[in-house]
């Protein structure tokens, strides 16, 4: 349920409302575990499938909305369903710290690798047609000359990108390990995966997004400084 995926920094910018995603996807999921777990109200099974079905629900209808299903809203899907195995199966937590690094982690090895290919990942994940004018500064940079040199910008940039994804791997399992010790399950369970949840938003998701959007900013400034255009003829206007 704390899947960076469905996190703001990884996610295309200026689409839906990210205040109810957050509210929908983090807020009344952590609400519900930790405050309706008890016997006397859903019992840990009943409050647990009530909170993954908040960023479940979430996902498909986003999937919907677009009419079409990202890969990363696929990932999200897919740690919130292993985060509700954990919980029902009882596994050991440890498995729990395991699940949240190992998605930023797959990502962040795929976004490394991609950096010695024709087509690094920081072309899908940033410098995309969603937030980029991209036949107008692939135009400029043809026409100045520099397109080597923006696209060894990109490499470098593919470097940047992976380490965010590795301080959020490191980052999910040092939270988890360190907030989430109860066995799955129990009552204490869910109110720590709910605390998770919440705390996963400033301590990971903020400073992935302060060092996504400096990514993002490096690479505007680097491909204004070799198209010659500004800002707002980079950009895609809405």
């Known amino acids: 349920m ?30 519900v575990l930790m405050q309706l777990s008890s016997a006397e109200r859903l019992g840990t099974t009943g409050a647990l499938l009530l909170a993954l079905s908040f960023p479940i629900g979430w996902g498909i209808r986003d999937a919907i909305t677009r009419r079409k299903l990202s890969w990363l809203a696929l990932l999200g899907v897919v740690s919130t369903l292993l985060t509700g195995g954990i919980g029902l199966l009882k596994v050991d937590p440890y498995w729990l710290a395991v699940k949240e690094a190992a998605i930023p982690a797959l990502i962040g090895l795929a976004v490394l690798g991609s950096s010695w290919t024709r087509w690094p990942l920081i072309r899908v994940l940033v410098f995309n047609p969603q937030l980029f004018n991209v036949p107008k500064i692939e135009a400029a940079l043809q026409e100045r000359g520099t397109r080597t040199r923006f696209d060894e910008r990109l490499r470098r940039g593919t470097l940047g990108l ?22 799955a399950g129990t009552e204490a369970f869910n109110s720590e995966l709910g605390r998770l949840t919440l705390l996963s938003y400033p301590a990971i998701a903020l400073p992935s997004m302060a060092m996504m959007m400096g990514l993002m900013w490096w690479l505007a400034h680097s491909a204004k400084a070799l198209t010659g255009l500004g800002l707002s003829e980079m950009l895609q206007q809405k």
């Open 2 to 31: 704390t899947d960076p995926t469905r996190r703001p920094a990884v996610a295309p910018v200026g689409q839906g409302n990210p205040l109810l995603e957050i509210a929908i996807t983090i807020i009344v999921p952590a609400v």
């Open 162 to 183: 992976a380490g965010t994804f590795a301080f959020s791997a490191v980052m999910n399992f040092v939270l988890a390990r360190w907030i989430v010790r109860s066995p």
